[in-house]
């Protein structure tokens, strides 16, 4: 291709991005065992892989238009994959971004809250079964799901966040499931009684707004 692509060669920008979301992750994730560190890590190549193609080199973009044509001639072709593929420029893009990141601040949102709800239990020595915990089990997870699929897939999709998406979920409802063994050997049947009321990481219906605003805290505590 003779003629470059838009919103690419930003690499001070991709650094700087990857750097400041790479502190965010190990600063409320921060991982303990090896499986801790495998989700973390996969987080870590889904940040590295999204950033690098958005400011720095568009890489699903050259491997589309090289083997599948995507461009077919256009002239409006763009380094983000929604904007090339409906057609419609910088509308697509734009459409793209605001939906992707209103995804992307809603499940950082919950995501944190989660954290201060379960580090708040976890100093007084009590099960989290209030708040968002009263909603789901996993808060900080689904809320990561949210924020990630928001970004990777929504706002710029590329082949690797796309297809790192998928594998980060399952490693993290596998680790999910570990944990709750442990929870269960430390609060025994307080803990099995709320895990048969409280759906693992999607709310029940009519609970979805709720969840999302975040405003939950102690009129969700289970008895």
Same mark, same amino acid.
């Given at each position: 291709?003779?003629?470059?692509?838009?919103?690419?060669?930003?690499?001070?920008?991709?650094?700087?991005?990857?750097?400041?979301?790479s502190?965010?992750?190990y600063?409320?994730?921060?991982?303990?065992?090896?499986?801790?560190?495998?989700?973390?890590g996969?987080?870590?190549?889904?940040?590295?892989?999204?950033?690098?193609?958005?400011?720095?080199?568009?890489?699903?973009?050259?491997?589309?238009?090289?083997?599948? #044509? /995507?461009?077919? &001639?256009?002239? *409006?072709?763009?380094?983000?994959? %929604?904007? !090339?593929?409906?057609? +419609? @420029?910088?509308?697509?893009?734009?459409?793209?971004?605001?939906?992707?990141?209103?995804?992307?601040f809603?499940?950082?949102?919950?995501?944190?809250?989660?954290?201060?709800q379960l580090?708040?239990a976890?100093?007084?020595?009590?099960?989290?079964?209030?708040?968002?915990?009263?909603?789901?089990?996993?808060?900080?997870?689904? #809320? /990561?799901?949210? &924020?990630?699929? *928001?970004?990777?897939?929504?706002? %710029?999709? !590329?082949?690797?966040? +796309? @297809?790192?998406?998928?594998?980060?979920?399952?490693?993290?409802?596998?680790l999910?499931?570990?944990?709750?063994?442990?929870?269960?050997?430390?609060?025994?049947?307080?803990?099995?009684?709320?895990?048969?009321?409280?759906?693992?990481f999607?709310?029940?219906?009519?609970?979805?707004?709720?969840?999302?605003q975040?405003?939950?805290?102690?009129?969700?505590?289970?008895?």
């Amino acid at each position: 291709m003779e003629r470059g692509i838009e919103h690419s060669g930003a690499w001070i920008i991709a650094l700087f991005v990857i750097v400041f979301a790479s502190w965010l992750l190990y600063k409320y994730m921060a991982p303990k065992t090896w499986r801790e560190w495998v989700g973390a890590g996969l987080i870590q190549g889904f940040i590295i892989a999204l950033y690098a193609e958005m400011y720095g080199f568009p890489l699903t973009i050259y491997l589309m238009v090289r083997f599948l #044509g /995507l461009d077919s &001639g256009s002239s *409006g072709l763009n380094a983000n994959l %929604w904007s !090339t593929l409906v057609g +419609v @420029g910088e509308t697509g893009m734009m459409i793209s971004m605001i939906v992707g990141y209103a995804l992307l601040f809603i499940g950082f949102g919950i995501f944190i809250q989660g954290w201060r709800q379960l580090y708040r239990a976890k100093e007084e020595g009590r099960l989290a079964k209030d708040g968002l915990y009263g909603l789901v089990r996993h808060p900080q997870y689904t #809320g /990561l799901f949210i &924020g990630l699929f *928001g970004e990777g897939v929504i706002h %710029w999709p !590329t082949i690797f966040s +796309v @297809g790192l998406f998928p594998v980060i979920v399952i490693a993290y409802v596998l680790l999910a499931k570990r944990e709750e063994k442990k929870v269960i050997e430390e609060f025994g049947e307080e803990y099995l009684e709320y895990k048969r009321k409280v759906p693992a990481f999607l709310p029940i219906k009519g609970k979805w707004k709720q969840f999302i605003q975040g405003t939950t805290t102690d009129q969700n505590k289970l008895p």
